[in-house]
């Protein structure tokens, strides 16, 4: 946590010696002194931190690409004369145990079109998915284990 505020004040003096604190100045920052505690990653043991840093930027990827597919799908399915579509609830059963973690993975769910997360059971072993097309439940659950619980493991392990 404590290379994370270098990294922030490194984007600060970034931001301070180019005179411009504009958002986008201030991330470029933040990339820059990500770059330098690499270069340093031997001398002060960063090379964690910037792991972790790459995997959760792969996790927000991989967010994106699935908003931007799920938001075609359910376009494609929505402007069809004919919907053949069969809502339903699926019960996931959680590999997570955190409680952020639950809440990462029912927040990504729920934001991507199509899917709702509805419930986490009282064990906290399943989450209860609500898909607009529930026709293949084991291939849902598939995408989001291979997806966004895999990739959430991977970035907060």
Same mark, same amino acid.
């Given at each position: 946590?404590? +290379?994370?505020?270098i990294n922030v004040l =490194? ?9 411009s604190?504009s958002e =986008?100045?201030?991330?470029? $920052?933040?990339v820059?002194?990500?770059?330098? +505690?690499? +270069?340093i990653?031997?001398? %002060?043991?960063? $090379?964690?931190y910037?792991?972790?840093?790459r995997k959760i930027?792969?996790?927000? =990827? ?6 931007a597919?799920s938001?075609?799908k359910?376009?494609?399915? %929505?402007c069809?004369p004919?919907?053949n579509v069969?809502?339903g609830?699926i019960?996931?059963p =959680?590999?997570?145990d955190?409680?952020?973690?639950i809440t990462?993975?029912a927040?990504l769910?729920t934001?991507?079109? $199509?899917?709702l997360s ?7 072993r399943?989450l ?10 084991d291939g849902t659950k598939?995408d989001i284990a291979?997806?966004?619980e ?6 907060f392990r």
């Amino acid at each position: 946590m404590i +290379l994370f505020f270098i990294n922030v004040l =490194l984007a600060l003096a970034w931001a301070a010696v180019s005179g411009s604190f504009s958002e =986008l100045n201030l991330a470029f $920052g933040f990339v820059l002194g990500m770059f330098a +505690l690499w +270069l340093i990653r031997e001398q %002060v043991g960063t $090379g964690g931190y910037i792991d972790r840093a790459r995997k959760i930027i792969s996790l927000a =990827l991989l967010f994106l690409y699935e908003l931007a597919m799920s938001a075609i799908k359910v376009l494609i399915m %929505v402007c069809r004369p004919k919907m053949n579509v069969k809502p339903g609830i699926i019960a996931y059963p =959680l590999k997570v145990d955190r409680d952020f973690e639950i809440t990462l993975l029912a927040n990504l769910i729920t934001l991507t079109p $199509g899917t709702l997360s509805v419930d986490v059971s009282h064990d906290r072993r399943f989450l209860f998915v609500h898909a607009i097309d529930a026709s293949d439940p084991d291939g849902t659950k598939q995408d989001i284990a291979s997806g966004f619980e895999r990739k959430i493991m991977e970035a907060f392990r």
